[in-house]
């Protein structure tokens, strides 16, 4: 029998397996850890960086096996370079989407629609690559500058009245609870002293500007995703959407902190994923288009290049 390449569900299996181990050891792995200097893993050979999913896999494996930098690259890109992959090395894959066009089976005229298949390559962490001499290859991180210096309350002062001018959100400061209310259109947030830290600060305000860009009149993600998951699962997905998609915010304003007295969701999603890994992309998919949505909303370009 002709051995198969690794189907799209049995590496989405591996990346689901993973982070479900690494939770139920207690670690959250979507929580970046945030450098300055190496923010958003990219391609070593390319230099674009990795987009949706990828990026949160990426971080988790870089966590995980302790790697140095984030840069990766393929096999092929590597030997290209006259590197080597160290032996036993463990890859990770790379999730991207390709456009097939096939007969559409609604009409009997030959006409085409296009459907998009998931498909996975394998990339190695530039860490687990050796020169042709067998030394460790260097990351040139020179010219990557986190976005925002200096005080992170000051900055999320400013992202506060600029998002709210430009999205309509108000931000309430009061009790002790951090929600986003769709009814109301409205965040919460606990006064400031309230929180343990500054990036607990920070990171619990993005975690709910993200909430807020899936109401009915920006990407209307809870109404779609209650259609078609269902309340529970859906729940779970937004939960999961907001946490990651803060994260990919966190990395651009250099906030790498936890989302404060936020752990019960957890194990009610954790749970869901177990019985279906593909809420996992779902969840990463929608991080990545709030994402994008909340710099467009603010007239910034996202950083992301594919
Ligand atoms: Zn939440």
Request: charged fraction near 25%.
């Amino acid at each position: 029998m002709k051995s198969k390449s690794k189907s799209k569900s049995s590496a989405l299996d591996e990346i689901v397996n993973d982070l479900i181990t690494l939770m139920e050891n207690g670690v959250k792995p979507w929580r970046c850890p945030w450098s300055a200097s190496d923010a958003m893993p990219r391609n070593f050979s390319t230099g674009n960086e990795y987009s949706g999913v990828n990026i949160f896999t990426m971080w988790m494996y870089a966590a995980k096996f302790e790697f140095s930098s984030n840069h990766w690259l393929t096999f092929k890109q590597a030997s290209s370079l006259g590197y080597k992959v160290i032996k036993g090395s463990k890859s990770v894959p790379v999730f991207f989407y390709k456009s097939y066009e096939v007969e559409d089976e609604n009409y009997d005229d030959g006409r085409k629609k296009l459907v998009k298949v998931l498909k996975n390559f394998r990339a190695f962490n530039i860490d687990q690559v050796v020169d042709e001499k067998g030394n460790p290859v260097k990351v040139d991180t020179s010219n990557s500058e986190p976005p925002i210096s200096g005080d992170i309350f000051d900055a999320m002062e400013k992202l506060k009245s600029e998002y709210s001018e430009k999205s309509g959100v108000r931000f309430v400061t009061s009790g002790g609870k951090a929600f986003y209310s769709p009814s109301n259109d409205k965040i919460n947030m606990p006064d400031f002293s309230l929180f343990d830290s500054e990036d607990g600060y920070a990171s619990t305000l993005l975690h709910e500007i993200l909430h807020s860009t899936g109401s009915e009149q920006r990407l209307n993600r809870f109404t779609k995703q209650n259609a078609k998951y269902g309340l529970k699962d859906s729940y779970a997905i937004e939960e999961l959407t907001a946490d990651i998609g803060a994260c990919f915010l966190g990395s651009y304003y250099g906030v790498s902190g936890e989302v404060e007295n936020h752990a019960s969701y957890l194990a009610s999603w954790l749970k869901q994923l177990r019985n279906d890994k593909s809420l996992f992309l779902k969840a990463a998919a929608d991080a990545q288009k709030a994402y994008t949505y909340f710099f467009s909303i603010l007239d910034k370009t996202s950083k992301r290049a594919a």
